[in-house]
């Protein structure tokens, strides 16, 4: 099965799944670039179309945010935009959709691990996506973004056969 892990922030990212194991990765920052949701949304769509035509994403898992206490109204609406970019690109392209909230995608696939949810994360997708650079460029520190996108995407692989 062919699954699309997204964190659907500015700062998030979305994982392809190939069934040999191939990872796609993109990091939505490298699109945005500094610059508003409405002026790259045609580029997202257009690499989420592309990599749906070369290989059929089969099932999508997007993050759904619940917002956070102290999350100012501008970046609650900041992130309702990209969250609503996403779901209405895949729409377009009939991809079945799963929405789970953090708490239930970690919940299921990390379990016990110890430590905070990004370092859980990044640990789970390090041992179970070796084939995925968390630090890609000049990176030093593992972007969670990544990390969350591939466990969204194995979270849709192992939870929602």
Known sequence: ??????????????VLLREDGQVHALLVAEVVAGRRWEAVHPEIARWLREVHYCWHI????????????GEGAASARTIGIGWGLWLGALSALSIPVVMPTPQRWQKALLGDLAGESKER?????????????LTPGRRRKPHDGLADAGCLALYGRSHHA
Do not use: F, N
């Open 1 to 14: 099965m062919i699954v699309l892990g997204i964190d659907p922030g500015k700062d998030g990212a979305a």
């Open 58 to 69: 089969e099932r999508a898992v997007l993050e759904l945010h619940g917002g956070r206490p």
């Open 121 to 133: 994360s990044i640990a789970y997708a390090r041992q179970h996506l070796p084939g995925l650079d």
